[in-house]
């Protein structure tokens, strides 16, 4: 009888899910340079993650350049935008990259969403909730999980708690993931800062998950994210001095 791959018993949508996953920019390279040294990793990640090397090396940014965080930025979403109307242009029909590559669709919006976030731009709710909704394939949390952090960010807390939740129980259900993996202790601390930005009334539910987090973290040292454990105690401590 032959063997089971890993994934064979993954629903269609799971396997997408794992695909963009695997297909995603987070081991992109950033430049070393004036330019990109004071710009966040992740939000450099995701922009360069959205171009091929080939269009990098053609874009108008002065590695050289020491403006000012806002002006880098803007460019950078600037250049997002130019990129995501162009290929919306070369479709056919025009503007239907949507249903012809999703994936780039996604990966574009998603790096103009992380942009509109980090600028404080009122749009940036918008679109983080239109990325939500045009989701074909309700496995895939990254959408979902970016709306809650956003919504706790603008502290509508009460909607980040219900958005969260349901992403941090499938996390815990994920073979490969599980409750001590760096994805579903994120979606705890986030339902811990939700929880306490509701007051006094959510905030012993808010120390209880706090403990737990507390607790998995600590336990992580013999486990398969064993490796991850000192980064899990440094988020643990930024968590608590956002909270004080």
Same mark, same amino acid.
């Given at each position: ?5 890993? *994934? ?6 799971? +396997? ?6 695997? !297909?995603? %920019? ?10 990109? !040294? ?13 171009? *091929?090397?080939?269009? +990098?090396?053609?874009?108008? &940014?002065?590695?050289?350049? &020491?403006? !000012? ?15 995501? !109307?162009?290929?919306?242009?070369? *479709?056919?029909? %025009? ?26 731009? %009122?749009?940036?709710?918008? &679109? ?32 980040? =708690?219900? &958005?969260?939740? %349901? ?22 601390? +986030? ?15 808010? =120390?209880? +998950? ?20 000192? =980064? ?9 001095? *956002?909270?004080?």
């Amino acid at each position: 009888m032959a063997l089971e791959s890993p *994934t064979s018993q993954l629903t269609a949508e799971m +396997l997408v899910t794992l695909e963009m996953v695997k !297909d995603s %920019p987070w081991e992109e390279p950033v430049p070393v340079s004036p330019f990109w !040294d004071s710009i966040d990793y992740s939000i450099a990640r995701n922009f360069l993650g959205s171009f *091929t090397h080939a269009e +990098l090396a053609q874009l108008p &940014t002065d590695e050289d350049s &020491t403006a !000012d965080q806002k002006s880098k930025l803007i460019l950078l979403l600037r250049l997002l935008q130019k990129k995501l !109307d162009e290929e919306e242009a070369a *479709t056919s029909p %025009p503007s239907s990259l949507y249903t012809s590559n999703y994936h780039q669709w996604y990966r574009l919006w998603q790096g103009i969403y992380v942009l509109q976030d980090e600028l404080n731009l %009122p749009e940036a709710e918008k &679109t983080i909730r239109m990325l939500v909704d045009k989701t074909p394939y309700k496995s895939n949390p990254v959408p979902s999980h970016m709306l809650a952090e956003h919504l706790v960010k603008v502290g509508k807390y009460e909607e980040a =708690e219900r &958005t969260e939740r %349901p992403i941090r129980a499938w996390m815990d259900a994920r073979p490969h993931l599980g409750p001590s993996s760096p994805q579903a202790l994120n979606a705890r601390r +986030l339902i811990a800062q939700a929880l306490w930005g509701q007051g006094p009334s959510r905030r012993s539910e808010a =120390e209880a +998950l706090i403990a737990e987090i507390h607790w998995i973290v600590e336990e992580m040292g013999e486990g398969q994210f064993a490796i991850y454990q000192a =980064e899990e105690r440094r988020l643990n401590q930024v968590m608590m001095a *956002t909270l004080q």
